[in-house]
């Protein structure tokens, strides 16, 4: 069974930082491509991050600055490092496997729980 764990939310100050944790099961990690995504409230839900297999990294321009993207080969486990918070930035965040086409992260198959982050001025 593949499995996605999410972990690290929470409420938080505005500039302020958070790092969440995606620990996987069921798949075979080192050849698996890892992506956030997150979702707020009447919103679509879209990509935050990816980090392919072979370490390449995407973050999108809204929090390429603040955001960073990084995988523990060991740990099967994925993080997002996300600093200086801004309260556009809550959203119920979601961990995912994707695919990598076109030099370009898509949804793929598997979803963890998600984890709340809410970021207040």
């Known amino acids: 069974q593949v499995q996605l764990v999410e972990s690290g939310g929470g409420l938080v100050q505005a500039g302020g930082s958070l790092r969440l944790s995606c620990i996987t099961s069921?798949?075979?990690?080192?050849?698996?491509?890892m992506g956030w995504y997150r979702q707020a409230p009447g919103k679509q839900r879209e990509l935050v991050a990816g980090i392919t297999d072979g370490y390449f990294t995407e973050v999108v321009d809204s929090v390429k600055d603040r955001f960073t993207t990084s995988r523990d080969l060991a740990k099967k486990t994925v993080y997002l490092q996300m600093n200086s918070l801004k309260p556009e930035d809550t959203a119920f965040y979601y961990c995912?496997?994707?695919?990598?086409?076109?030099?370009?992260?898509?949804?793929?198959?598997?979803w963890g729980q998600g984890t709340q982050v809410t970021v207040v001025s």
């Open positions: 995912n496997t994707p695919k990598f086409n076109d030099e370009h992260f898509d949804p793929g198959t598997y």
């Open positions: 069921g798949i075979v990690f080192g050849t698996t491509h």
